[in-house]
């Protein structure tokens, strides 16, 4: 709780947050509501109990426009959607490392 800004992610929540979006892509995939929605609802509302900063949580869905050729891949079955969750949570954090470094008495790492 002594960052500045945010802290990293620790496992479990990394895990929680890639569980989530695998979940929330799958939803993409279909063109209905139905069940896939309340999976990707328990599986954020997971990654919310554990010790996630929220600020990395709501980035994520600041990153995700940005993120749709990886979304097309997915769609297209080019890459899983864990690839797709695991290089939108890198991309993530590099905008925060990057972000970071930019506040005052702030530093990249």
Known sequence: M????SRPLSLEARTKL???LM?????LAVSQVDEKAEIAKTKAVECLKTDIDILVFVMVFIIL???SP???????KRRTSQEVAQ???TITEKAIKA???FRPGGSPN
């Open 65 to 67: 426009p940005q993120a």
């Open 23 to 27: 979940a929330y892509l799958e939803t």
């Open 70 to 76: 990886l979304i097309d891949d997915f769609l297209r």
């Open 99 to 101: 972000d970071k470094s």
């Open 87 to 89: 290089l939108i949570i």
């Open 18 to 20: 890639t569980e989530f």
């Open 2 to 5: 002594g960052e500045l800004y």
